[in-house]
């Protein structure tokens, strides 16, 4: 497995944006990543991939307001977070699936 750290969380108002972070311990060059969220009293559900070769797919919910991206050199995954509503309102985990490997999550909360 390897270690992922997630950062860049916190309380934001609606419309605002946030860019999370996550770091992993070794090369993340030929593994996908991914973005879940778990908002209080759900279930854990998938927002966003990328594979290695960069290639993004997006939940429905998100698409054409989250971005994510990869920047290999640093081993760092990232999810661009615009127009945030209410709703985003979760903890977001880093995931590396082949791996199975999971951070520890950060708390995004969209309030006014």
């Known amino acids: 497995q390897v270690l992922l750290v997630e950062s860049g969380g916190g309380l934001v108002q609606p419309g605002g944006s946030l860019r999370l972070s996550c770091a992993a311990s070794r090369s993340i060059s030929t593994y996908d990543m991914s973005w879940y969220r778990q908002a209080p009293g759900k279930q854990r559900e998938f927002v966003a991939s990328?594979?290695?070769?960069?290639?993004?797919n997006y939940a429905d919910s998100v698409k054409g307001r989250f971005t994510i991206s990869r920047e290999t050199a640093k081993n760092t995954v990232y999810l661009q977070m615009n127009s945030l509503k209410p709703e985003d309102t979760a903890v977001y985990y880093c995931s590396q699936p082949l791996t199975a490997s999971w951070g520890q999550g950060t708390q995004v909360t969209v309030s006014s």
């Open positions: 990328i594979t290695y070769t960069s290639s993004t």
